[in-house]
């Protein structure tokens, strides 16, 4: 409950800040608070990516959507659509990570580096 209530957090902190600034809001009050409830801080610090990411780029309100469609030179109503089915996806894999947090970890263990 705790990841799911955080990354909605994350995600609605994404749409107004970038995200280095929300990642040094955020990072410094919800780390210690996941780890004393035993979430992994890798998986933790990868959804707090995600998160911030998927709204950084949300339109209709996401900053770095808007700054995309003026460097692409898109009309933004153009490509919010378009933008809608990759942000579905995003947020599916996002489920994917909270739901199996052996995704995010497997790999560093493999190397022994978790």
């Not at 990841?3 to 280095?20: C, D, N, Y």
Request: proline share 9%; with cysteine; glycine share 12%.
């Amino acid at each position: 409950m705790f990841l799911l209530i955080s990354v909605l957090a994350l995600v609605v902190i994404g749409f107004v800040l970038e995200g280095f600034p929300a990642i040094l809001v955020t990072a410094p009050i919800l780390l210690p608070i996941a780890e004393r409830i035993g979430v992994d801080p890798l998986q933790f610090g990868i959804l707090l990516i995600m998160a911030i990411g998927i709204g950084v780029m949300m339109p209709p309100v996401g900053l770095g959507f808007y700054i995309t469609c003026a460097v692409g030179e898109a009309p933004v109503n153009a490509a919010m659509r378009p933008s809608w089915v990759y942000n579905i996806f995003l947020i599916l894999g996002l489920i994917v990570v909270i739901l199996f947090p052996g995704i995010t970890t497997w790999l560093p263990g493999l190397f022994g580096m978790h």
